[in-house]
């Protein structure tokens, strides 16, 4: 019945209130089936999975789209763990992340054979890797967000449409009424019409269907007067994406793979950017990303590195077997995402599809190079080259070519926002000036209209622009409820890395825990907005009605300021 008289209103409408085509698409969305909900969320990574949760909380009724088989985003079909703040185990989250956080940890004590002494570490890692104090299996981290969606589902609240992407919308005025969904195995077509939409994809692909106004790439200094902005603005030049993949290795066997068309380019690359890299991609020397200076990592499987090094084997390793009972592992688990392999040639926004699915398929390649060369010439601690024994774990990432189902994403489209945070807002040198402080006095900018709280240095991998690494230090921030509102869009809100923030500020907004915060504040606020018969920019807008959302977050365990 909705469906219905949502078109005979359309058709009665006036001309004056409708674009020529609007007509047309109403008419059309007759021969396409439809499904209707409170909310429609597209993108079911952590912000989208958060929004999910909240919208629940606040008694919607939701669907969820995701563009994969895994829902998860960046701890799953990224398979990429979670990058945190030191403090996490402690504060800086909510509680509902906390929760997922939480949930991984007991899923391994229930599941997994684990030593009494891992099963019994209040903060058990079990990969024990050095970029996480919560290094884990990218399938644990689904099995949680599945089960902490699963009653809402059973219930009929919770819609979830896998392998489903986003192909156009309709909107009318300032509000987005359809959008239109492709089912990727069949090719069926899917109306999903709500009141309510939030864009939680990894590349903010809902805005440009919607007609949301947006921006890509780098800011220049004259317009954000940013210290680590560049003179001149560039919407193509964006941080490099990665593919990423798990490997173990068994001493002794032979698993190397075949080697990979366009190993010959990659081996010999040398990145052109400024500062200079200093020497081939694939190498065991990389540029310091604070420094800039060059730097040499380690790498072994087996006992220690070259002595004064990283040993990357264990800087994202997912699988520690020491953790486990005697042969659950016949090795440790190492998830590759370095330097090394990030993919600086090119785009994943900009650019046409082909362009698109062409800078992925050579980033896979780039990640095989990376294999090759780590299984037939890197350089060994014991001098020789080349640990043939490093397999390919295809069952852990479940895809037939052994790489993550989807692109780690740093950066995507950014909505042009009634808000943005600028680096004056939460960069330590550039907040100094601004505050006229020094050292430990030094804070981020209090937003009266916050809605959660984040951190971690400003980490920008080299670009697509020619950009080395520009990685320095940030202050615990809040998260403004001002740039999770577009400048002109009323019904649609950002879940991901595609709210207001700059190339700069991105980086440090882009992480897992302030990612699931945006995500669970976008489905609490149109919960609440709903609930109040308002709309989000209103809320803004009134100091009686933010303190009672802000007072609504407080009790939904999302803490407002550090």
Excluded at 89 to 117: F, H, Q
Excluded at 127 to 154: I, K, T
Excluded at 359 to 371: E, F, M, T
Excluded at 465 to 475: R, T
């Amino acid at each position: 019945m909705k469906r219905r008289t949502f078109l005979r209103s359309v058709t009665a409408a006036s001309a004056s209130l409708l674009l020529p085509g609007s007509l047309r698409a109403a008419q059309d969305r007759e021969r396409h089936q439809a499904l209707n909900a409170d909310v429609v969320i597209v993108g079911g990574g952590l912000g989208g999975c958060a929004a999910a949760l909240a919208a629940l909380r606040g008694g919607l009724s939701v669907v969820l789209t995701e563009e994969t088989e895994w829902l998860g985003g960046q701890l799953t079909q990224q398979t990429v763990p979670p990058d945190e703040h030191t403090w996490i185990e402690s504060k800086g989250c909510t509680r509902s992340y906390r929760a997922l956080r939480d949930g991984i940890r007991d899923y391994y004590r229930r599941n997994y054979p684990l030593t009494d002494a891992a099963r019994e570490a209040v903060h058990l890692n079990p990969g024990n890797g050095s970029v996480s104090r919560l290094c884990h299996e990218p399938r644990v981290a689904l099995a949680v967000l599945e089960s902490m969606l699963a009653a809402a589902r059973s219930g009929g609240r919770l819609t979830v449409l896998l392998e489903h992407q986003a192909v156009s919308a309709e909107t009318m005025g300032d509000s987005v009424r359809v959008v239109r969904v492709r089912n990727l195995r069949t090719g069926r077509e899917l109306d999903l019409e709500a009141p309510w939409f939030v864009d939680a994809t990894e590349l903010g692909d809902l805005l440009p269907v919607t007609g949301t106004e947006f921006v890509t790439g780098s800011e220049s200094s004259l317009e954000t007067h940013e210290l680590h902005a560049r003179e001149k603005a560039d919407p193509a030049n964006q941080q490099a994406f990665t593919v990423c993949f798990a490997v173990d290795h068994l001493e002794g066997e032979n698993h190397v793979i075949d080697r990979p068309a366009e190993y010959g380019f990659w081996r010999d690359l040398v990145p052109r950017m400024e500062p200079p890299w200093p020497g081939r991609l694939l190498d065991l020397t990389y540029t310091h990303p604070s420094t800039l200076k060059p730097k040499e990592l380690g790498f072994a499987p087996h006992g220690q590195s070259k002595p004064g090094t990283l040993n990357l084997w264990q800087y994202r390793r997912i699988a520690d077997r020491n953790n486990f009972a005697p042969g659950t592992y016949p090795s440790d688990v190492s998830l590759i995402n370095w330097p090394q392999n990030d993919y600086f040639l090119g785009n994943l926004v900009g650019g046409t599809l082909e362009e698109r699915q062409r800078h992925i398929d050579r980033a896979k390649q780039l990640s095989l190079a990376l294999l090759y060369w780590l299984q037939t010439e890197a350089p060994r601690p014991d001098g020789g080259t080349g640990w043939p024994g490093l397999r390919l774990r295809r069952d852990l990432v479940d895809t037939d070519d052994g790489l993550a189902k989807f692109p780690y994403v740093r950066e995507s489209r950014r909505i042009r926002a009634v808000f943005t945070v600028l680096e004056e807002h939460c960069g330590r040198e550039n907040r100094a000036p601004v505050t006229g402080k020094t050292g430990s006095e030094v804070k981020a900018a209090e937003f009266f209209d916050t809605v959660g709280v984040g951190y971690y240095h400003i980490d920008l991998h080299p670009s697509s622009g020619g950009d080395n690494y520009i990685d320095f230090g940030s202050l615990p921030f809040q998260i403004p409820l001002g740039a999770l509102l577009p400048c002109r869009v009323r019904n649609l809100l950002p879940a991901s890395k595609n709210l207001g923030t700059t190339h700069i500020t991105n980086g440090c907004y882009r992480l897992h825990p302030v990612e699931w915060n945006i995500g669970e504040a976008a489905g609490a606020l149109i919960a609440f907005c709903q609930q109040q018969k308002t709309l989000p920019h209103a809320v803004r807008e009134s100091t009686a009605i933010l303190a009672d959302f802000q007072k609504s977050l407080g009790q939904q365990g999302i803490e407002l300021q550090w």
